[in-house]
Each structure stands twice: as C-alpha cells, then as structure tokens.
C-alpha cells in the first residue's frame, strides 16, 4: 500500500509527498500501436534513463560533448526532477487503498480536507498545462524535416505524457482512492522550520528524514518550502 506524507510547509501551507514508487510505466504493459505507442515508449525509456540519472549521475565522456549531448543530459536533468515532482500523483492512477500519514497536532479530517485541496489543485493546474503543451508540442512537429533527433518534440511529448498521468492519478485520489488516517508526530516538527537558519532547519529536517525513513525528503523540503 502507497503511504503519502502530508508535509506541513507552514502554518497554514501543505504539500503531498511520498517515496519512489514503481515505475509509473511499465515495461510489461503492452504499448499502444502507431503514434501513441511510440510516444508512450519513448516515454518509457527517458522514464528509465532519468530514474538512472537521478540517483546516479553519469558524467559526459571526454569526446561526448557535443551540442546535442549536452542539451541531452540537460534534458535528462530536467527530466528527473519532473519524475520528482509528479511520482506520486503517477503512483496513484492503479491504488484503492491509500495510508494518510499526516501531523499528530492535526484531525483526520482536516488531512483528507487538504488532501482533496491539493489533489484539486494539482488536476486542475495540470490540466490547463496539458492544453498548452500540447499545442507547443504539435508546432514543434515542423522542426521534424530537421536533421537530428528532434530534441524540442520529445520535450514537449513528455510533458503531455506527464501532465496526462498526473490528471488521471489525481483524479482517481478525488474520487476512488479510500484514505486510511495514520497520525505521525515527527510530521508536526517540519510545521516551523521555514523560519530556521539554514545548519539547524537541516539538521532538524535530517532528523526527521532518518526517523521516518524518508531518504529524499530533505531535498524535497529544500526544493519546495524553502
């Protein structure tokens, strides 16, 4: 079962968050034909490669820095944080069943309602980038006549992928997903720390990262409250 995290970023602001999840496409699951399959394979592949590159990454080779190569491993980064950023909403397109782990100074209630905000927020926002992306990426079409791999299409393509998961994994937490409460009071710490100096906000979100077994939320915290 999927555990999400509602991570107090404030006194009155909240994000969800969870851990890596399996991929969110996978390589058993009989692609599409024509254009859709090949979209949602090469999907996949910058999926994996991204996975790669964050958790590990790989340095250009001395002869492997030309103009595209190094576009490309940009793009990979960006790539990886977008994997970051949308996992969860991603992991919870196929769960029933989900466990809440929200502050212990907080009600159950309270965390669904802000749960249901932030999924709503996170359909809504994702579904008007659809639109927009969308368009870009079929104007980016043209530059196909172009020699080379056509960079700007598959950027384009991704994000619709992207932004599509994320509208179906929020939308089957708003309206399928059974919530299970599980009050966490290490959770309750991260309320303040935004008004810390930087050594000792760390070192407290450190803490509460090896309590919780949250390898990557300090990062997560950083890069969204901070």
């Given amino acids: 079962m999927v555990e999400v995290f509602v991570i107090p970023l404030g006194p ?8 890596h999840t399996p991929d969110a496409v996978s390589d058993e699951e009989p692609a599409p034909t024509g254009f859709i399959g090949r979209l949602r394979q090469r999907f996949a592949t910058m999926l994996r ?57 907080m009600t159950f209630t309270q965390a669904r309602t802000l749960i249901d905000r932030v ?17 870009l990426g ?10 080379g791999p056509n960079i700007v299409f598959y950027y384009f393509a991704f994000r619709v992928v992207g932004h599509w998961l994320s509208m179906q994994g929020a939308r089957q937490g708003l309206t ?19 008004s810390l100096q ?4 760390d070192e407290r979100i ?16 950083e890069r969204v409250a901070i």
């Fill in 12 to 19: 009155d602001r909240y994000e969800l968050y969870c851990e």
């Fill in 119 to 135: 999924l709503q927020r996170d359909h809504d926002r994702h579904r008007r980038w659809l639109a927009i992306d969308a368009i």
């Fill in 198 to 201: 930087t050594p000792a906000r």
């Fill in 138 to 147: 079929i104007a980016s079409g043209a530059l196909m006549l172009l020699p």
């Fill in 206 to 221: 450190r803490d509460v990262s090896d309590r919780l077994r949250l390898k990557h939320l300090p990062t997560f915290f």
């Fill in 49 to 105: 490669e991204a996975e790669a590159r964050r958790h590990e990454p790989a340095p250009l080779e001395a002869g492997d820095k030309s103009w595209a190569a190094r576009v490309q491993q940009r793009l990979m980064a960006w790539v990886a944080e977008r994997i970051a950023e949308q996992r969860l909403l991603w992991s919870l397109r196929r769960e029933s069943q989900v466990t809440a782990a929200f502050p212990a100074d």
């Fill in 176 to 194: 399928r997903i059974t919530w299970v409460g599980s009050p966490c009071p290490p959770l309750s710490e991260l309320r303040d720390l935004g």
